[in-house]
């Protein structure tokens, strides 16, 4: 049954893609002051582990829905809803590359989430090989990688949905170090593109693909020397061993992700009930606002995000709101659900044109002459 549209829950989608250097959401967690922001003035907001992780750092949002990149853009396309839940079973999955003493930091992470934060976990599982990340740099800056026994993740997620029941899985794979590299210093300093992003993205992918489960991961990285010049922006990754908090509680309340032949409930959210989506205004190519562009989802592009993409929603001929900031996309989401035009709230009013029928085209002002 459909709700009155004026009376469902608004709800929007905050995008910030992976690894292509997003000036707002493109280091430790950053993005997490935009969401806030978002979720106070919608019901629902939808947004993925890039805008809400920040390592030991995370800022609980009652109204926000942490949803895997390939989850949403399923969900995005219609080919998956989204099942509220009130706490998950987490199970953690630890890459054997992971040394004995990393691998006990780790450890106790998710012992301190239950005694501390009463997060309900699975016992963990580790992987019956290395998991063998490689980090790579497209020409275009943007970063990727590859795992090369992903067959021997999939054997451990298998064993945590089947065996141990779990509901969401966290996995911290042991990524390489790469201390002295000019591409580290920059992103420690505030500058360039997250290297770990990318290869994070396709681990987490993997998952939610084949088993349908929410999933985010943590990379298991040695501490780096401190740096007194470190960057604000890339600080919450340098305050222990791990960065596996932040995702431990987001999953906790990870929505569910369920398909069109799910006993549906009540509650589900389906992509027809998105109100808005708000993404950098040059990373428009992606999956979900591809998807979203062809309902009547009111995009919001944000000019100020600049990002290593430079794919518009001019170039793909997607009609879109373009704001300069994400102060200003909240303001013009207040006016979006109260029901005013953005436009009306400034000093630049258009006046009506008349509108050509035969060419389908206005071609001047309604006045008499």
Not at 30 to 43: C, E, F, I, K, T
Not at 319 to 339: C, D, N, T
Request: aromatic share 4%; proline share 6%.
């Amino acid at each position: 049954m459909s709700l009155d549209p004026v009376r469902r829950p608004y709800t929007a989608i905050l995008i910030v893609p992976t690894g292509v250097g997003a000036a707002i959401g493109g280091y430790a967690g950053d993005a997490l002051p935009v969401a806030r922001g978002l979720s106070q003035v919608v019901d629902r907001l939808i947004t993925h582990p890039n805008v809400l992780n920040g390592a030991q750092l995370y800022w609980p949002l009652s109204n926000a829905l942490y949803t895997e990149g390939y989850g949403l853009d399923q969900f995005a396309a219609g080919e998956w809803g989204l099942r509220p839940v009130r706490q998950n079973r987490i199970g953690l999955v630890l890459d054997q590359a992971i040394e004995p003493d990393l691998r006990l930091r780790h450890l106790q992470v998710a012992d301190a989430a239950k005694a501390t934060l009463g997060l309900s976990l699975t016992d963990y599982v580790m992987t019956d090989q290395p998991l063998g990340v490689t980090l790579k740099t497209a020409d275009s800056g943007t970063t990727w990688g590859t795992i090369q026994h992903p067959d021997s993740l999939l054997r451990a997620v298998e064993k945590l949905k089947h065996d141990a029941k779990a509901e969401a899985i966290a996995v911290v794979a042991r990524f390489p170090d790469d201390v002295g590299s000019l591409a580290l210093q920059e992103y420690r300093h505030g500058q360039g593109v997250d290297c770990l992003a990318g290869a994070e993205a396709i681990i987490s992918h993997l998952v939610v693909r084949t088993f349908r489960l929410p999933c985010a991961h943590a990379p298991a990285l040695s501490p780096l020397p401190i740096d007194p010049d470190l960057s604000p922006r890339s600080a919450a990754e340098e305050l222990g061993y791990t960065f596996l908090p932040c995702v431990l509680v987001g999953l906790s309340q990870a929505p569910q992700l369920i398909d069109r032949h799910s006993r549906l409930q009540s509650t589900d959210i389906w992509a027809e009930q998105v109100d808005v989506l708000v993404v950098p205004e040059t990373a428009c190519g992606g999956s979900a606002v591809l998807s979203l562009s062809q309902t009547p989802t009111q995009i919001i592009t944000v000019r100020e995000n600049t990002t290593q993409l430079h794919v518009t929603a001019d170039q793909l001929g997607i009609a879109r709101l373009s704001v300069h900031s994400y102060l200003e996309a909240i303001g013009a989401i207040a006016a979006l659900r109260s029901g005013l035009n953005p436009q009306s709230l400034t000093a630049q009013i258009d006046p009506i044109r008349l509108y050509d029928q035969s060419s389908g085209e206005s071609i001047g002002s309604n006045r008499l002459h």
